[in-house]
Every structure is written in C-alpha cells, then in structure tokens.
C-alpha cells in the first residue's frame, strides 16, 4: 500500500476528521504498528480530504497523487452496479492472469463507511472519476473486512 486516502462521505460524521487518531504522530504510531505486524517498512502516504467531491475532481487531489491513467480504480459497494457504467466484475476477475504474475497496473481501490456510499450519488461520483464497481461476494463485509479481502 502505497497511498492511504481518508476522505469523507455522507454518512461520515464531521466529528470524525476532529479525531486525535488522524493527528500525524498518532497516525504514523498506529500505521508503524500494522507495518510491523505485516513485516513491511514503507509507511504510506496518507492525505486526508473532508470533501469527496473536492478529491474525486477532475485535476483534483486524487487525480495529482494518482492519475487516472496510471491505476486501475475500483469500488467497492453492496448494489453498486446499478448505479454505475460497466455492471460490477468479480474480484477474481482482477486477478494476476498466473499465479507468481506481477499485476501490470497499480489498483486504487476505494472503501466505503461502514453505512456505505450514498446512493446514487456519491457512487455516480466515482464513477465519473474513473472507478469501475468491484464485488467481494454476496455478504456485506465491514469496511475493516472489506479493505482485507480486497487488498
């Protein structure tokens, strides 16, 4: 993981980004100890952007950290296929082509919370900023679930 985005949505209460936990010391604390538990040293960027429709902005900061050319963006997002172009692909389907492979593109992947994306709004959002609607199966995970299995 390169890039760590926590933005806001709908059902992101504002309180939230007031949080101790997103100050930078107490942020790089708790990422230095997921980096130890998974045995890595690279601590990701992170950026932090209240306003979804500020990030998904053409030009905007998602697109200057990650162009649209250069990753793969995925959504994740019970239902989220009848709200966006392209119908929904298994998440097998994203796979390396051979085990061992290397994928040849890089995968921005983005995560709802926990009471989703507002529909269809901020998923139509996304979708005008390039990401294509992934699924992990037919459960509903929690986000801490979800960005597991997806990663």
């Given at each position: ?15 939230y ?9 107490t942020?790089?604390?708790?990422l ?16 932090i ?37 392209g ?20 995968i921005?992947?983005a995560?709802g ?8 709004s ?8 390039g ?5 992990a ?15």
């Open positions: 993981v390169g890039n760590l985005v926590l933005c806001g949505a709908f059902s992101v209460e504002t309180c980004f007031r949080s101790h936990l997103l100050e930078t010391e942020l790089h604390q708790l230095g100890r997921g980096l130890a538990q998974a045995g890595d040293t690279i601590m990701p960027n992170v950026i952007e209240r306003d979804l429709k500020v990030l998904l902005a053409e030009g905007g900061p998602l697109d200057q950290l990650i162009p649209r050319q250069s990753a793969l963006r995925v959504v994740a997002h019970p239902g989220s296929a009848e709200f966006m172009e119908g929904a692909v298994e998440l097998e389907q994203l796979a390396s082509p051979s085990p061992g492979a290397m994928p040849s593109t890089r921005l992947v995560v919370p926990e009471a989703g994306w507002a529909e269809p901020e998923l139509q959002m996304l979708g005008a900023a990401f294509r609607c992934v699924t199966g037919p459960r509903i995970l929690r986000s801490d679930v979800a960005v597991c299995t997806l990663l």
